[in-house]
């Protein structure tokens, strides 16, 4: 394994908090036979989690039209696994510090366009596939986690400035092979890694495999692959938001409806970001 992404395994992947692992393990372990109370009890031992999960619940990333004031009502609207998805999701986010400069991002910026991210994933799936939307919020949240975590390694490292002149070498373009270089592995390759780590569901894993190839997803997850992939054309680093890249979204719902997957073509353009801001410092 590449020493640097030995490292990155070793020393730099966040545990989950103990919470959030006893709710993980109760939902896997039980299956079917899953009690509401048992969720209930354990999310709520823990004011720091319930308080996450309420404020996301109630955020624009789902929609609802009254405020959710209890984790029964969460759990009513969103399902135990997406409920528990979220705990995890948020609890990843709330552990690691930010620093992207390595890729010559300013932070403020880069976490601005995630959120923007996670809300285009919402607001274009909520009118068309609200089931869909919901289950792809958490991976939408963390999609760009490979990036902040290869950037603290390589920051740990001394290896930032390094890293960022290879970037400037392929002027700032196909940031996978520089990655690669470095890692072994790209961002999104490696996030799907974390999630099998952490224990994802294994849906959300099998999503994240493909968002690179979503041809080549099983028909079980093909959507999914197909509007994470676009998400991530749209709001990829550096390129995100223009022309050549949202024609590429754009073309990716017209592969994905050759194989049976439809998305509304007009409802995407709707919601589609006229322009990201640039968000490197370059």
Not at 109 to 136: H, M, P, Y
Not at 145 to 172: H, T
């Amino acid at each position: 394994m590449n020493n640097m992404l030995l490292t990155l395994i070793e020393q730099n992947l966040p545990s989950l908090p103990d919470t959030v692992v006893k709710l993980r393990d109760y939902i896997n372990e039980k299956g079917s036979k899953i009690e509401l109370k048992g969720v209930v009890d354990i999310i709520s031992r823990d004011p720091l989690t319930t308080a996450n999960l309420l404020r996301t619940a109630n955020s624009a990333y789902y929609g609802f039209s009254s405020e959710i004031s209890t984790i029964n009502q969460v759990i009513a609207l969103l399902g135990i696994d997406n409920v528990k998805n979220i705990v995890m999701a948020d609890s990843l986010r709330s552990l690691i510090r930010v620093n992207v400069s390595p890729y010559g991002l300013d932070t403020d910026l880069f976490l601005g366009n995630c959120s923007k991210e996670v809300d285009f994933i919402s607001n274009w799936l909520n009118e068309e596939d609200r089931k869909l939307a919901q289950t792809l919020v958490p991976c939408a949240m963390l999609l760009r986690l490979g990036m902040i975590l290869f950037s603290s390694v390589l920051i740990k490292a001394k290896r930032d400035k390094e890293f960022r002149e290879a970037l400037k070498q392929n002027d700032f373009k196909n940031i996978a092979l520089v990655e690669q270089e470095f890692f072994g592995v790209d961002h999104i390759s490696f996030l799907a890694y974390c999630f099998d780590h952490w224990k994802f569901d294994e849906l959300l894993i099998q999503t994240i495999v493909y968002v690179i190839n979503p041809h080549s997803a099983p028909l079980s997850i093909k959507k999914n692959a197909y509007a994470l992939a676009i998400a991530n054309r749209l709001f990829e680093p550096y390129e995100g938001g223009n022309d050549y890249n949202t024609n590429e979204a754009i073309a990716l719902t017209k592969e994905a409806a050759q194989q049976g997957i439809v998305f509304k073509e007009e409802n995407l353009i709707k919601h589609m970001p006229s322009m990201l801001k640039n968000t490197s410092n370059r």
